[in-house]
């Protein structure tokens, strides 16, 4: 493959992920408060909130995990880091991603207002669910890590990385903070700020 076409291709995947991500987001804050859609979203989260398969000590690691009191003090030391080794596109995209995250979420939960789930809550939480935090900011931060470090280009990374991310979003789920939906919509528009974080280190490809 040239470079020339792998650049267009890499181009391509990009702008598919913003249109999927995108859709998936949109259509899912479409339907999130339709009744079926919303019986159904409850019952299937409750037998994973109920579920004895995990452990509430492991789940909370994962939840701490996405949390961005981790991964906000992480990002600041990659940052300070790569502009340190003058790689000056990766602390962009870092800076992008981190406050990126935040403003958006923060946006979305005064937009939509959606209801947590009425269970017991084995945690902490902000009085607004949709879209997951957690799961957005796991979704765009660790992507972008995966990305930086060329780690994207193993499919044993790869597997991890989904693995990771998948337990962090049902660790939210089965701590009584989520509905699925939430967790899926966070999940898709973590994927969005990720790509569109890392601007920065394409222009410098």
Known sequence: MTFRTKKKYDSSSRLFTLLISGLIFVLLTAVRNNELFYSLDKRCSGSIYRTKTFSNPVMLLFSRLGSGFF?????????FSYKRS?????????????????????????????????????VEASKYGYPSAHTMNAAA??????????????????????????????SRVKLGIHYIADIVAGLAAGLFVHVLSMIPAHRKG
């Open 86 to 122: 003058n790689e000056m596109y990766k602390s962009k995209s870092i800076l992008l991603n981190v406050i990126g995250i935040r403003v958006l979420n923060f946006l979305f939960k005064q937009l939509f207002k959606r209801k947590p789930p009425e269970w017991e809550r084995l």
């Open 141 to 170: 931060f660790y992507s972008l890590l995966l990305f930086l470090t060329g780690l994207w280009k193993r499919v044993w990374a790869g597997w991890i990385y989904a693995l990771f991310i998948l337990m962090i979003g049902l």
């Open 71 to 79: 991964t906000v003090p992480l990002g600041v030391m990659l940052y």
